[in-house]
Structure formats: structure tokens, C-alpha cells
């Protein structure tokens, strides 16, 4: 969701993406804390993406190989 937002200001050229960022955080309204809310969400995403995988690493879920391998499909898609 928050990506969205950041994706209506930014713009993806290399020679003007960070004065986009900037921008961003600068001049939008709250800008600045959709884009640390949107760093931060990803980043607790996948924090519990590898604390999910450790689960089922610790409790032997990998026994399952079906099931297990739609889970790694699922990670490296994710990813």
C-alpha cells in the first residue's frame, strides 16, 4: 500500500531518481514517513518470512517435501 503512494512521486531515471527520493521526502506531504513506514514494512516482512522458514526448519516441516518445496517456490518468488 505504501509503496503506491511512494510509486505516484517517484520517478525511475538514473540520473533523477534520488532528487525523486528527495522530493519525496521533502516536499509530499508525510512523505517522509510513508517512505520509512514502507522501508520498515518490507524489512519487518521479511524478518518474518526467516523466522517462518526457521519454524519449519526447527519443528522438521521439511519432512512434508511437497509442501515444503511450494514454500521455497513461494520464498524465491517473494524475494
Not at 510513508?34 to 523466522?51: E, K, P, V
Amino acid at each position: 500500500l505504501t509503496g503506491l503512494f511512494l510509486a505516484m512521486h517517484y520517478t525511475s531515471d538514473a540520473t533523477t531518481a534520488f532528487s525523486s527520493v528527495a522530493h519525496i521526502c521533502r516536499d509530499v506531504h508525510y512523505g517522509w514517513i510513508i517512505r520509512y513506514m514502507h522501508a520498515n514494512g518490507a524489512s519487518m516482512f521479511f524478518i518474518c518470512l526467516f523466522m517462518h522458514v526457521g519454524r519449519g526448519l526447527y519443528y522438521g516441516s521439511y519432512l512434508l517435501s511437497e509442501t515444503w518445496n511450494i514454500g521455497i517456490i513461494l520464498l524465491f518468488t517473494v524475494m
